[in-house]
């Protein structure tokens, strides 16, 4: 976790991937028209909580008028950053404000006004997702009539479970995936500075895997370092690592056709597109859907598997998250692995790829849904 607190962005041009609430944040503090309440919606490590500490550190600096570079020096943005200003609270929804008594307890404080020399108090709730409905029904009261000089901001992996009451009493900003290139080039930038001597291609594995998350991608650089022990970052070493780039794209696409939820083939389709384009043939793409499929049905058919399942480090977590979703849809597994037999016959009879594996993929998601 060093690098990823070490590199965390302390002013809003330092944020990574995120244009579009980077520019609309960024006018809103220097018109001075910020929002009292904010639903930043997005994955993990897509950089919510980095930006809702930014917003609190450009308000409140205390060195500077300039909002759009906060120093990051004085005493306040240090606490804010180190998530310790008493102005600025940091709330886990799961855990605190889950309980209707500390909502209630929040709507006290926010009536006082900020003591630690803050110009407007800061409330940023993590997970807020899961705050039970008593909780979201106070915090609700709370954003209807909002105290004075008091901004909320709501952080979520999961903005559809959100109430569409705080939904709607919210500005909503909602965070990508950040795109690995642009991941890859902050870590090339992190190498520089750490003075590490390392490969592009092992930044650029690192990145890969990340899933569009620059705290992953930066967990992954440090991983390396550890394991390389202070000798060269290599390629070759990160494959060691990791696995290659590939293997884990073939389990993020069976989690597509697994993902929970409104079933929606958008993220597959692109998949499957890079796949077709990354310069693989098709014997290596259905060979590697298909190892995927095995590894699954291995896991959730045999009580010991450990040793019938070959799987790079990164890849176990991937494949662990699959058995759960898999293990009660057997049949649903079985009819996935004889549609992918049927796409290799195609292809082999003259079928394009892509539109067979369009097809399966399609098929594959109304087999998990019906599930059995
Ligand atoms: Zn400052």
New binding site residues.
């Given amino acids: 976790m060093i690098l990823a607190r070490k590199y965390r962005p302390k002013k809003l041009n330092e944020v990574i991937g995120q244009p579009t609430v980077v520019q609309t944040l960024g006018n809103a503090l220097t018109s001075k028209k910020l929002h009292h309440a904010y639903l930043f919606a997005g994955q993990l490590g897509a950089g919510k909580t980095s930006v809702a500490r930014i917003l609190a550190?450009s308000e409140n600096?205390?060195?500077?008028d300039d909002v759009l570079h906060?120093?990051?020096?004085?005493e306040?943005?240090?606490a804010v950053f180190a998530g310790t200003h008493t102005d600025v609270s940091e709330i886990d929804a799961a855990s605190n404000a889950g309980k209707v008594e500390q909502v209630r307890e929040l709507k006290n404080s926010a009536n006082y006004a900020p003591m630690d020399g803050a110009k407007s108090k800061y409330y940023i709730l993590d997970e807020a997702h899961r705050m039970s409905p008593a909780a979201e029904e106070s915090l609700l009261k709370l954003l209807e009539e909002p105290p004075k000089r008091v901004r909320f901001i709501l952080c979520t992996t999961e903005y559809q479970h959100m109430r569409s009451t705080i939904q709607s009493r919210c500005q909503v900003h909602e965070f990508k995936k950040i795109y690995w290139r642009e991941i890859a080039r902050h870590l090339e930038m992190v190498a520089k500075q750490e003075k590490l001597n390392c490969q592009p291609e092992a930044l650029n594995l690192c990145a890969k895997i990340a899933d569009g998350s620059m705290r992953d991608g930066l967990q992954h650089l440090e991983k390396l370092i550890n394991f390389a022990g202070g000798q060269e970052l290599t390629g070759k070493l990160a494959q060691e690592v990791f696995g290659t780039a590939s293997d884990l794209v073939f389990y993020s696409l069976i989690g597509e056709i697994a993902k929970e939820g409104a079933p929606d083939a958008t993220t597959g389709y692109k998949i499957i597109n890079d796949l077709l384009v990354s310069g693989m043939g098709a014997n290596q793409i259905l060979e590697g859907i298909s190892e995927v499929l095995r590894n699954i049905l291995i896991g959730v058919s045999a009580s010991a598997c450990g040793d019938l399942i070959l799987v790079a480090e990164e890849a176990k977590s991937r494949l662990k998250e699959l058995l759960r979703l898999f293990k009660p849809k057997m049949q649903a597994l079985l009819g996935v692995m004889e549609g992918l037999a049927k796409v290799r016959m195609a292809v082999e009879q003259g079928q394009t790829l892509d539109i067979a594996l369009q097809m399966w993929f399609l098929q594959s998601i109304f087999k998990f849904q019906k599930g059995g």
């Fill in positions: 550190a600096c205390s060195a500077t906060p120093c990051g020096n004085c306040l943005c240090r």
